[in-house]
């Protein structure tokens, strides 16, 4: 599976921005997926999961209601919204997938994307 994240930028806080993982290679619908984030000079940081039909998610505690995760299986394609924002949610954006038919929640995840930078200006 080959994975594009897309979607990052600079956002003012308190604003919204929208993330897409878009999948190659694979049916995404077989993969959980998962948002992760690296933030500089800090270790990377689970953000969000989804199972594979989009009925089961999982989230971080930072979240707190701003973020959800959604996927278009038939577009191949998993999101990450992002409302809200704040200076602290500056950072390397990555999705990732699970192994073919895991467990939910994964306890691992197989394959990554190159990340998208979303920096929020205070």
């Known amino acids: 599976v080959q994975l594009q994240a897309s979607g990052g930028g600079l956002v003012q806080a308190g604003g919204s921005l929208r993330l897409s993982c878009a999948a190659s290679g694979r049916t995404l619908s077989n993969y959980c997926m998962g948002w992760f984030r690296q933030a500089p000079g800090k270790e990377r940081e689970f953000v969000a999961a989804i199972n594979w039909s989009g009925t089961g998610n999982l989230y971080a505690g930072f979240r707190k209601g701003r973020f959800t995760i959604s996927r278009d299986n038939a577009k191949n394609t998993v999101y990450l919204q992002m409302n809200s924002v704040e200076p602290e949610d500056t950072a390397l954006y990555y999705c990732?997938?699970?192994?073919?038919?895991?467990?939910?929640?994964?306890?691992?995840?197989?394959?990554w994307g190159q990340g998208t930078l979303v920096t929020v200006s205070s």
């Open positions: 990732a997938a699970s192994g073919p038919s895991s467990r939910w929640p994964p306890l691992s995840y197989n394959y």
